[in-house]
């Protein structure tokens, strides 16, 4: 299997395909295999990277830098190693290590696509709630994340495909969970307005933990930036429908 050393830590990737790059970013507790569905269509002619980024997946669990500022330094020196310059697609945390790329190293980056990510939080309440799981998952992971990732999709999904989800999450790092404490004070907005490069919001329309209103009201803070809303889907989109999430990203990238 394919791994770079970043910044003291081995990092698993996936590369095929050849084309215009496309880098995927998936969200917390998850890894590279959430796109897989997507692939098939997309590496017909593009060269698609995924991959896991630390704490996840198949590459080293840390107990430091797990921080939005360390996920992004990780991704640019990826996207260095492999001289690409990708459209970036990150899903909820993903989204926005690619949004903090895109402000940082504009020049590394072609384009981001922000696929139901925290871009603020609209209501104190949905800080506290992050701020809760993150206590509950210190007494009780499993039990915590059973209980909250079904809410994540939208009525009618496989019972197979939330199973999975849980499975990532619990073999995932349990040092990435200092995210969820330093994403509740997360706000791009003052500094959208800066972003030089294309951003494209994805967003499921039934996302129940990040509603629609995010990605308009940063969209609206953004030069030329576009919403395209996934019908029928909630958090994770390119899981819930890959036919409709990769017909949306061909019409983007």
């Known amino acids: ?16 395909g050849a084309g215009p790059a496309l880098l995927f970013l998936h969200g917390w507790g998850t ?4 796109w897989q569905a ?4 997309l590496v017909r002619d593009h060269r698609v990277v995924t991959l896991d980024w ?5 590459s080293d669990r840390p107990a430091t830098g797990n921080t939005i500022a360390g996920n992004t330094a990780d991704i640019a020196a990826v996207i260095e ?6 459209v970036v697609v990150g899903s909820s945390f993903g989204a926005v290590f690619a949004t903090e790329l895109a402000l940082a190293r504009p020049e590394l980056v072609a384009g981001v696509v922000a696929v139901d990510g925290p871009g603020y939080w609209p209501a104190a309440a949905m800080r506290e709630k992050v ?25 009618g999904v496989s019972p197979a495909l939330v199973d999975w989800t849980v499975r ?3 073999d995932s790092s349990t040092y990435i969970d200092t995210l969820f404490t330093e994403v509740t004070t997360y706000d791009p907005r003052p ?23 995010v990605p308009r009201t940063c969209a609206a803070a953004t030069p030329g930036a576009q919403v395209h809303v996934i019908a029928g889907c909630g958090h994770l989109p390119h899981q819930e429908d890959p036919r409709a999430f990769t017909a949306a990203l061909r019409a983007i990238a």
């Open 81 to 86: 190693q492999l001289a690409i310059k990708p």
């Open 168 to 170: 990532q999450l619990v």
């Open 38 to 41: 997507c692939l098939p269509d």
């Open 191 to 213: 500094r959208l307005g800066d972003l030089t490069v294309p951003i494209t919001y994805l967003h499921g329309e039934l996302d129940p933990e990040i509603p629609l209103e």
């Open 131 to 155: 701020l809760d799981l993150r206590e509950q998952m210190a007494g009780d992971r499993f039990g915590t994340l059973a209980g909250w990732v079904p809410n994540w999709f939208a009525p």
């Open 1 to 16: 299997m394919p791994y770079l050393d970043i910044n003291d830590t081995r990092i698993h990737y996936e590369d095929a």
């Open 31 to 34: 890894n590279g295999h959430v």
């Open 54 to 58: 630390r704490g996840c997946g198949r």
